[in-house]
């Protein structure tokens, strides 16, 4: 990726929904849904002024839903998450969502102007590809020859040329019918013959806590027999749903995407991905893919570091959830700001991932059961450390700006801290800044719009070439056993609650010094902060440093080298929440 991506991720469905008196597991009548002219000239204005360069327009692919349309019937309910359906149940590769048009006969067109639109603004688009799974009603209609599942074998549990894997009466679960949670009603197309679910589930009898309303896309690998999938190097003639994989992003990129979010990517042969990743960029050189992908997860398909894997294989970047667990386990787990260091020697890595505080499948930091309840202001330093300490992606949730607080039960998803992905329902605090339309925040609280002001400054800041294309250099380590730095109570070590790291740029010379306070409520007094002699030579300064500060604060300080690494930097007070960053001169 020739810039940074920064990243604007939005729901279609909840983005421009005003309506605000909804019934929990409401219908769209009742519960409203966005669409797409939501995201209208004032709306990607005012995202493209925050500072950001890429849009992801989450939920656009067409879904299984249990709202009719003529010519398109409900889902049956058994097969759904939710009235409106989950956005990663697709049930055409090849449409768009027609909940989100005005006409929903012209939705490919509406479609297309909103993708002319984001262009105008200056915001590459990405969407949803969602390789592992598609939901168990999938047939496409636009391209009905290229329908997963057609010409499929029912009679054998894995064939290289199947796109699904079929069960058998051997597998656990009492053989047929298909048994789904939900509802007491079969799914008739699996009466006869069933199919593993999305999460590699060989069963009769999904459970609620499966991917029961999807089905597993076969990639010329048998899960069940391990991890290796050397066999599908340098294939010549490749499995039937890598050409049928191929077909749909090359259909999304004519219409005009600029890139692709590639869901639960650590489930898919990595050769898959070096094969389809050429052959995408063939026809765009600068089409972005970033990936969903969890080294943890023992569903992954290799035996090393899948991030790793991932980027071998050509993607842009992959999610850096680690050091996201970290942020929030500071707030919820007892961890430490000491424990970011663990994740800062990633090699390149480190620069080349997708980093997060906010997205749809995680929690909301202004949610008072979550977080620590410790509010929206937790956002600030958690963004502030994981945004500024490499040069990788930033991505930053509709809502997050603001402190939507995702309160309440909204139906399938229940009240669980995140916007529902499965619901007809809306962002009541967010809806403040939209205002109908105008898109001004008129209607946000002082707090609110503090927030989103400050959101805006740090993607300003990091926009310096000491954050786009500099190094990092942490300050915790040595600073443990230094009592000054912000140790609270009866703490023996420090690190607790503050995190200190520099950036600098060679080329331009440019360097900073940053400082976070996590704590929500202390401030940490007569704060001193060690830099020692090795993190001068980094730097290359021999002699004293000045600190002009430029974000958070605007004190000029200085110390000669032999100060900065004996006794420390003196920089007062850091109140509850604070970030302040500092210029070397």
């Known amino acids: 990726m020739p810039t ?121 688009t990405i969407i949803d590809f969602v390789p592992n799974h598609v939901a168990r009603s999938y047939a496409s209609d636009v391209r009905p020859e290229l329908s997963f599942g057609e010409g499929d074998r029912h009679d054998v549990f894995f064939d290289r040329d199947n796109h699904f894997f079929y069960l058998n009466e051997s597998h656990y679960g009492g053989g047929p019918p298909l048994k789904l949670p939900l509802g007491t009603a079969l799914f008739i ?6 199919r593993v679910t999305g999460n590699n589930s060989v069963t009769w009898s999904p459970t609620i806590n499966e991917w029961y309303e999807t089905v597993k896309l076969n990639y010329g690998h048998d899960f069940t027999t391990g991890r290796r999938t050397l066999h599908l190097a340098g294939t010549e003639n490749v499995p039937r749903t890598w050409r049928t994989m191929d077909a749909i992003i090359a259909y999304w990129q004519e219409m005009g995407v600029d890139g692709f979010r590639a869901d639960m990517a650590h489930m898919v042969p990595m050769e898959f991905w070096s094969w389809m990743l050429k052959r995408a960029r ?15 997860d023992p569903a992954k398909l290799t035996d090393a570091d899948v991030l790793d894997e991932l980027l071998k294989s050509g993607f842009d970047g992959a999610y850096e959830h680690p050091t996201y667990k970290i942020l929030q386990g500071i707030y919820e787990s007892g961890k430490w700001a000491n424990d970011i260091d663990g994740e800062t020697f990633g090699g390149e890595r480190f620069h080349q991932c997708v980093r997060y505080i906010e997205n749809h499948d995680e929690i909301r930091v202004a949610n008072p059961q979550h977080w620590g309840g410790v509010g929206m202001g937790a956002g600030k330093p958690a963004a502030a450390v994981m945004f500024s300490i490499s040069r990788a992606a930033i991505m930053l949730y509709s809502g997050q700006e603001i402190g939507e607080p995702a309160i309440g039960a909204e139906g399938f998803s229940g009240d669980d801290g995140r ?57 915790n380590h040595a600073n443990k056993q230094n009592p000054a730095f912000g140790r609270l109570g009866g703490e023996t ?48 300064k021999a002699a004293g440093i000045s600190f002009k500060g430029k974000w958070g604060c605007s004190k000029k300080l200085t110390a000669s080298a032999n100060e900065l690494a004996v006794s420390g930097l003196s920089v007062g007070d850091l109140e509850s929440f604070c970030v302040r960053y500092y210029v070397l001169k």
């Open 4 to 124: 940074r991506p920064v990243i604007y991720q939005l729901l279609v469905r909840t983005f421009g929904n005003t309506k605000l008196n909804r019934q929990p597991g409401g219908t769209l009548a009742e519960n409203g849904c966005g669409k797409f002219h939501d995201i209208s000239d004032k709306a990607l204005s005012s995202i493209r002024k925050m500072g950001f360069n890429h849009i992801w327009l989450t939920g656009v692919l067409e879904q299984a839903s249990g709202t009719d349309y003529p010519g398109r019937p409900a889902d049956p309910p058994e097969i759904l998450k939710g009235l409106a359906g989950s956005p990663y149940a697709i049930r055409d590769y090849f449409d768009v969502c027609p909940d989100y048009a005005e006409d929903p006969k012209n939705r490919i067109a509406e479609f297309r102007e909103l993708l002319a639109r984001c262009c105008r603004h200056g915001l590459r």
């Open 189 to 194: 197309p699996e009466t006869e013959f069933g």
């Open 282 to 296: 063939a026809r765009d050189v600068s089409v972005t893919f970033i990936a969903e992908a969890y080294d943890g």
């Open 419 to 475: 916007t529902s992905i499965f619901d007809y329902t809306a962002m009541p605090e967010f809806q403040k800044w939209f205002n109908g339309g105008k898109c001004d925040g008129a209607k946000l609280s002082a707090e609110q719009k503090s927030l989103r002001k400050w959101y805006v400054d740090l993607l300003a800041i990091l926009s310096e070439p000491a954050f786009t294309a500099g190094d990092f250099y942490g300050l």
């Open 493 to 540: 070590c420090s690190g607790h609650w503050l995190y200190a790291f520099l950036r600098r740029d060679a080329d331009s010379g440019q360097a900073f010094l940053c400082l976070v306070n996590f704590h929500p409520t202390e401030t940490l007094f007569d704060v001193r902060v060690v830099i020692p002699e090795h993190a001068l030579d980094w730097l290359g």
